[in-house]
């Protein structure tokens, strides 16, 4: 485990190293594209990974989105997480695994995240929105990323993180058409439990 996180966590842009990477320690035979428990091998030492690295980061006192994260004089790098994720985010985008593992990664980082920690997470997933929304990864993770958000809106105070509320509902909006079945009353149930109570009579000596 520890060689698959020095070479899935190495340096640069995830064209350099990825691929190779899987192929080295999923997929002896040097093809380019996982099979369904190739997939899940590779999912559970990823989700093993970002639990570790999420510890880590909790146990020294740093943001998780920064932990890991080296400044030198010129540039600074991004931290470890971000890094994992974008390397996750190339291979599904490549078709190399299955579109959905990213979603199910950052449905896990908010899981395993405070509420302050959240917002870098969910920072990131509107920064790479445009990439997510794309058919071929939104058909695999839609119903993972509805569920995660859904998730984060219950965890919010609707008084004190309005903000953060607007957010996730202009994210939702954005990535979601308006004809998504997951947006349609299709049963035609109703909240018959929210009853108004009035006074069918005036009290005496109102006029």
């Known amino acids: 485990m520890e060689d698959f996180k020095k070479a899935i966590l190495q340096p640069g842009p995830p064209e350099n190293f990825a691929l190779q990477t899987v192929q080295e320690?999923?997929?002896?035979?040097?093809?380019?594209?996982?099979?369904?428990?190739?997939?899940?091998?590779l999912e559970n030492m990823l989700r093993t990974l970002l639990q570790e690295l999420v510890s880590s980061a909790a146990q020294s006192g740093e943001p998780i989105m920064q932990y890991g994260q080296s400044i030198d004089d010129e540039e600074s790098s991004q931290g470890l997480i971000p890094h994992l994720l974008d390397v996750v985010l190339y291979l599904c985008q490549r078709e190399h695994i299955e579109g959905g593992m990213i979603f199910q990664l950052l449905?896990?980082?908010?899981?395993?995240s405070t509420m302050r920690n959240c917002k870098d997470v969910f920072g990131y997933i509107e920064g790479k929105q445009d990439i997510l929304g794309k058919q071929e990864l939104f058909a695999r993770g839609k119903l993972v990323m509805l569920r995660t958000c859904n998730q984060l809106l219950r965890r919010l105070s609707k008084a004190n993180d309005v903000v953060f509320c607007g957010r996730i509902l202009m994210f939702l909006a954005h990535f979601f058409p308006l004809s998504e079945r997951s947006a349609v009353n299709i049963k035609g149930v109703f909240n018959t439990s929210n009853e108004t109570k009035y006074e069918k009579d005036p009290p005496e000596g109102t006029f």
Do not use: C, Y
């Open 25 to 41: 320690f999923i997929k002896p035979q040097r093809q380019t594209k996982l099979v369904q428990d190739e997939n899940q091998l």
């Open 107 to 112: 449905e896990d980082l908010t899981e395993m």
